[in-house]
Structure formats: structure tokens, C-alpha cells
């Protein structure tokens, strides 16, 4: 079966980690693949996480098949969180990470759109491969103008001007990944109603709620999407926020017309789901459900996200600083300006690949950095190396 054929291309973010993990040389640093890590390094478990499954272990007395839409608590606090309240006209299920969302998602707009969504340029890599092996044609539009480090707001919104009706557009809620460039409150408005007068739907991908400014500052395009009274997904990520990255806990949540249309909905999420994976991982949305539901681990939970945010903006800072302290060519304040764990770092694939090589530090080929993985131990390192290899 398999003679003759080439191996697969390796996942340009994933493939990264594996080249780091057999680099055998001393004080290295990983600056490639999105987890967070804590200023030792590591990534922890929330204390929040560890009360709600210490709370599971205790008390759970099956492991038998969750429902294919995962519990209705978990759908119900999904919504709470996305939302601020319930929303009687969406439908909510239990997936397996947010990548299994955006899957999930693909799938339905393959029968009931025109096949054609557009992503932003930049985006997540994932992103195209999940909706070309959907069946899905991907298109692009601007959105990051590399030589102001900004959004390119003038053709960011003359491309969403020409999209047809009927397509759908997917859009970064916050922390837009990798540029690290959000929409003000008022640019998602003009979204909102350029969406509403041209027919097309959206897909938003909300897999940093809370890493921005806040989990209400944070949903501030979802808003703007639901007050237009247009049909639109939203794929949730619980990797970061809760750091269950290895529990693969996310939601889809389909935004329609009204209640009935709602209703209809579901029952095409649950046919989708069953076909793909038939029912969710339970430990991760258990764990989700137990802290949402509950107003201490809710609250320990919050403060624990605030103190997640508050040290990437921190690094983030630092960052800037350290680089403008050692005088490289460019004007390092925009790092200051993105949301997020991911910063546009202005290198070049030259540099990148001097930073690999001569220095043991690991970025993604497009130059984007994950603030994240920076610490108070390697941070000197780390400015030190891409001031060289920016002065090159």
C-alpha cells in the first residue's frame, strides 16, 4: 500500500517541537509551537483544574458514553461564557478541541453553503488544511499590513465588501493568531453590517477568550455578530484558558436565525459529530462544567486567567524593551500593541533559520513568536540572539 509513496510534509508548528525536542544542545529555546508556559518554564495545571477533578474523582460513578452534544450543563455555561447569557436561538455541542469544531463546522457548510470560505492573511496554518480536506474551497483576504505591523484596515474592508452571499468568512474573535492584531469594537461593528447587507456567514474561531483583555472585552465581535441577526458558528478552544491542551476540549456553537432555525441546527450538529467522532471526551468538559458551575473555583479560575494574561503582556513588554535597549533596526513598540500569546516578529526565514541554527532558539518560518514561552531565564538570551540575528 504504501510503496513508493513520499512521507507526508511534517506540521510546520508540530514538526517544530519534534526538531527542538532531539536538539541536543543546552539552553535552547522553544518559541514555536502556542502553549503556555509560566516564568519556570512550565506549563502548569490550574489550581482551579486540580479542585474540579479532585471534585470528578470523587464523586464520578460511570464511564459510560457521553450524549453526542456532551452534557447540557457544559452547552449551557459554553454559551454563558461566549455569550454573557443564554442565546435561545443557537445550538451548542461538546468537541474534541477547538480544532474539532472548526471540523465540524467545515462540514456543514460543505452541504449548506457555497463551499467557498475565506480566511485571513495571515492565519493559523491548521486553518486551510482543516477546510480543504472538508471539501471546502479557500480563499484569502488581506488583513496584517507587514510594513506598519497593523491591520490593513482599507483592504481588510474593501475584500469583505466583494465576498458573495453565501459564503463564509472566518474571522480570530481576539488574539488573532499569528499576527497577534485584534479589530477595535467599532471595525467589528462595520464587520457585522457589511456581513448583514452582503448575505455572507461567518465562522469565528474563539480559541483565546480571556488571553486578550478580559473574558467580556473578549467577546465583543461575537456581540457585534449576534446583533446584526445573521447565521454564524463560533469553534471554542479550552486549551488555553483552562490549559487542558491534552483534554481536547472545545464547543461549536451555531448562531441562526431564530429558535426553530436553532433547533434544525442541532439536529445537524449531532448527525455531523456522529459521523466524525460519535461522542466527546468527557474528563475535559467535566472539568469545565464543575468550575463554571461553581462560584469559588469560578472565581480561583478567573484570577488564575487574569495572572496567565497579565505575564504574557508582561513578557511581551519586556521584549520590546530588551530589543530596543540593544538597538535594532526597528521600532519594536508595536509588540506592545497585540493581544495575545503570538507577536509578528518582523524576522525574515533567514533569520529564523540563524536563530535555529547558530542559536538553538525555535520560531515558526513566518517570524512568529510565541510570547508565551519567553521567561525572566531565557528573556536576556532570547534579545540578545534576535538583535544579532536582526543586525544581520
Known amino acids: 500500500m504504501w510503496n513508493g509513496v513520499k512521507a507526508a510534509p511534517e506540521d510546520a508548528i508540530l514538526g517544530l517541537t519534534e526538531a527542538f525536542k532531539k536538539d541536543p544542545r543546552a539552553g535552547k529555546v522553544n518559541l514555536g509551537v502556542g502553549v503556555y508556559k509560566d516564568e519556570k518554564g512550565n506549563t502548569p495545571i490550574l489550581e482551579s483544574v486540580k479542585a474540579a477533578e479532585k471534585r470528578i474523582f470523587e464523586t464520578q460513578n460511570t464511564k459510560s458514553y457521553m450524549p453526542i452534544a456532551g452534557e447540557a450543563a457544559y452547552g449551557d455555561e459554553v454559551q454563558k461564557m461566549i455569550f454573557g447569557s443564554l442565546c435561545d436561538r443557537s445550538a451548542t455541542i461538546h468537541t474534541p478541541g477547538g480544532t474539532g469544531a472548526l471540523r465540524v ?57 466583494k465576498i458573495p452571499a453565501g459564503d463564509c468568512v472566518l474571522l480570530h474573535a481576539c488574539c488573532h493568531n499569528p499576527s497577534g492584531v485584534d479589530l477595535s469594537a467599532a471595525q467589528w461593528k462595520q464587520v457585522a453590517k457589511i456581513a448583514q447587507k452582503n448575505g455572507w456567514s461567518a465562522l469565528v474561531d474563539f480559541a483565546y477568550q480571556g488571553f486578550g483583555d478580559s473574558l467580556e472585552a473578549d467577546r465583543v465581535g461575537v456581540e457585534a455578530l449576534l446583533a446584526s441577526g445573521i447565521d454564524f458558528f463560533i469553534a471554542s478552544s479550552f486549551s488555553k484558558n483552562f490549559g487542558l491542551y491534552r483534554e481536547r476540549t472545545g464547543a461549536l456553537t451555531c448562531v441562526a436565525a431564530t429558535p426553530a432555525d436553532a433547533e434544525t441546527a442541532m439536529s445537524h450538529l449531532l448527525a455531523t459529530a456522529r459521523v466524525i467522532y460519535s461522542n466527546p471526551p468527557a474528563h475535559g468538559g467535566m472539568i469545565v462544567t464543575t468550575i463554571l458551575k461553581d462560584k469559588e473555583l469560578s472565581k480561583l479560575w478567573r484570577s488564575e486567567l487574569d495572572a496567565m494574561r497579565d505575564r504574557i503582556a508582561h513578557a511581551r513588554a ?74 544581520r
Open 105 to 161: 463546522a467545515a462540514e456543514l457548510l460543505r452541504p449548506f453553503s457555497s463551499k467557498t470560505i475565506w480566511v485571513s492573511n495571515p492565519t493559523w496554518a491548521n486553518h486551510n488544511n482543516i477546510f480543504a480536506a472538508a471539501g471546502l474551497t479557500v480563499k484569502e483576504y488581506p488583513y496584517y499590513n507587514a510594513t506598519t505591523k497593523d491591520l490593513d484596515a482599507d483592504g481588510f474592508f474593501a475584500a469583505l465588501e
Open 318 to 391: 519586556e521584549l520590546a524593551a530588551g530589543l530596543a535597549k540593544r538597538g535594532v533596526p526597528m521600532d519594536c513598540s508595536f509588540m506592545t500593541k497585540q493581544k495575545g500569546m503570538f507577536s509578528f516578529s518582523g524576522l525574515n526565514k533567514d533569520q529564523v533559520k540563524f536563530l535555529r541554527e547558530e542559536k538553538a532558539v525555535y520560531i515558526v518560518g513566518s517570524g512568529r513568536i510565541n510570547v508565551a514561552g519567553l521567561t525572566p531565564g531565557n528573556m536576556g538570551f532570547v534579545c540578545d540572539v534576535v538583535a544579532e540575528a536582526m543586525k
